[in-house]
């Protein structure tokens, strides 16, 4: 194949990407057709099949990169943070949330099927979903783990305590977009709040002393 027909066709491949996302964040899943998407890319249904063999593939495909998209971007905002400083930790929980509820915002559809892990999609999507949330689950366990060892939290399970987050938070998502009872500021404040406050729950004498030793907001 020419490098011509190459980026044709990759840029083929990232309008139908785009598309999908559009109309699956806007209808839902089992209101979205192939010709949907297709319309909306401007091909045929033909061509669509030449890249996908259905909605589904299309959508398992989605909701992947963005999963690993949100959890690459997550790890980034904190992979140098320092856990002994309560203003910084703070400032990292809020930048968390925020990556979070942006994407929540530009695709709440998709979010929700995730959450409901695949729901009325398949058991395969059920479990590929959740594989995706216990790996940021999993991410959260190594810091947990890092206190632990430096003596700053004890007491508690790494594995257990991010599955602790991750729940409540997923939780709060959940409502924030099925009955929209508060804002994503408020919900933002409140997860703060409650994540420091299960954090404080294992903090060890060290671990007060550093904690009570930088002041918060």
Not at 4 to 10: G, H, P, Q
Not at 67 to 79: A, F, G
Not at 100 to 105: G, K, Q, R
């Amino acid at each position: 194949m020419s490098k011509v027909s190459e980026l044709r066709r990759k840029q083929t491949l990232d309008c139908i990407i785009e598309a999908a996302s559009e109309i699956f964040s806007k209808q839902g899943y089992h209101n979205t057709q192939v010709m949907d998407i297709a319309r909306a890319a401007g091909i045929s249904a033909g061509t669509f099949y030449n890249y996908f063999k259905d909605k589904r593939d299309i959508f398992e495909r989605i909701t992947k990169e963005n999963l690993e998209n949100v959890r690459t971007h997550i790890r980034e905002v904190r992979s140098s943070f320092n856990v002994r400083d309560r203003n910084e930790r703070i400032k990292i929980l809020r930048e968390t949330y925020t990556v979070l509820f942006d994407y929540i915002d530009a695709n709440p559809h998709i979010f929700l099927i995730m959450l409901r892990r695949g729901y009325g999609v398949d058991e395969a999507f059920d479990q590929a979903t959740w594989g995706a949330f216990s790996a940021w689950a999993g991410d959260f366990a190594e810091d947990v783990d890092k206190w632990l060892q430096e003596g700053i939290i004890e007491g508690v399970t790494p594995v257990l305590l991010s599955h602790a987050f991750l729940g409540m938070g997923m939780q709060i998502v959940h409502s924030y977009i099925v009955e929209k009872k508060y804002s994503r500021e408020e919900a933002t404040e409140a997860l703060i709040k409650m994540s420091l406050g299960m954090f404080e729950a294992f903090l060890t004498t060290k671990g007060k002393e550093l904690w009570m030793s930088t002041p918060g907001d």
